[in-house]
């Protein structure tokens, strides 16, 4: 059993490590292979450092080590670099958060659980790699006005909650689908121009920065169809989407932060 260490910071206090959790490698038969792929192409998709956390249960199911690395320490999947099994054996991850701890907490507990069960060590490095920049196209963005904010506020919890809701619908519609290969979209009701680039850049898995100058909240909706053959790039395909919003990407050379994995286990330790 874990034991709660809270650490006081600012007077809010923070919780360390979970007070039970059960690591186990993934039945490979567990989840069907289209639901497998659809959750792959939305974990690059969501916010960085999103946990699946409801109420005080984390539950994270048939994740590459190398997704569940990119939840703790809040970065994209792609940042995540190591040996190659890292994104292929997966795990499921249950675990119970002290009373009063926050989902924000989540990611230092899931940090020390990988720590602890796969003896994970990392470290960050940064390189030069190929990138793009999302710019409004020439005859202007069209774009839609984000849906008005709610006049009440909404607390991380309901947040989580609504971002999960929002990813089961999705893989559903994907899994009914086969995963749809090649198929991959994004959306949200109140996006700015940044977590628009945020979001191409999941569904191309490269870099991509907003150079775009806009300053609104979008209900924007990014839809990219498989290629009709196989000679349509993931550039290519995701410029026809783009064009219907009135952007376009461009290619630039771009510095990006890595996560490096030095070593881990690829069996967690007991539970």
Do not use: C
Request: hydrophobic letters at 40%; glycine letters at 10%; aromatic letters at 4%.
């Amino acid at each position: 059993m874990y034991v709660a260490v809270w650490i006081g910071s600012g007077g809010a206090a923070r919780a360390q490590q979970f007070e039970v959790a059960s690591v186990k490698p993934s039945r490979a038969d567990a989840v069907p292979e289209g639901q497998i792929r659809a959750m792959d192409m939305m974990a690059e998709g969501v916010a960085a450092g999103f946990v699946p956390v409801q109420g005080t249960t984390l539950s994270a199911h048939s994740r590459t080590l190398a997704q569940l690395i990119a939840m703790a320490f809040t970065v994209k999947p792609s940042a995540v670099t190591g040996p190659g099994w890292i994104t292929e054996l997966r795990y499921d991850i249950d675990a119970k958060l002290p009373e009063g701890a926050s989902t924000k907490d989540a990611n230092v507990m899931l940090q020390h659980l990988l720590e602890e069960r796969f003896a994970l060590r990392t470290h960050t490095d940064t390189k030069k790699t190929g990138g793009y920049a999302l710019l409004v196209a020439k005859d202007g963005p069209k774009l839609a006005a984000g849906m008005p904010e709610s006049e009440a506020p909404i607390d991380k919890e309901e947040m989580q909650r609504r971002v999960q809701e929002r990813m089961r619908q999705r893989m559903d519609a994907l899994s009914k689908s086969g995963g749809l290969r090649g198929y991959s979209s994004w959306g949200s009701n109140r996006a700015t121009s940044g977590q628009i680039a945020q979001g191409v850049s999941g569904m191309i898995k490269a870099p991509v920065v907003d150079e775009t100058g806009l300053t609104g909240k979008y209900d924007v909706r990014i839809e990219m169809p498989p290629g009709e053959s196989p000679d349509d790039s993931v550039e290519y395909r995701m410029s026809l989407a783009l064009a219907k919003l009135g952007l376009r990407l461009e290619s630039r050379k771009t510095e990006v932060t890595l996560l490096v994995v030095d070593s881990a286990s690829k069996t967690p330790t007991a539970n």
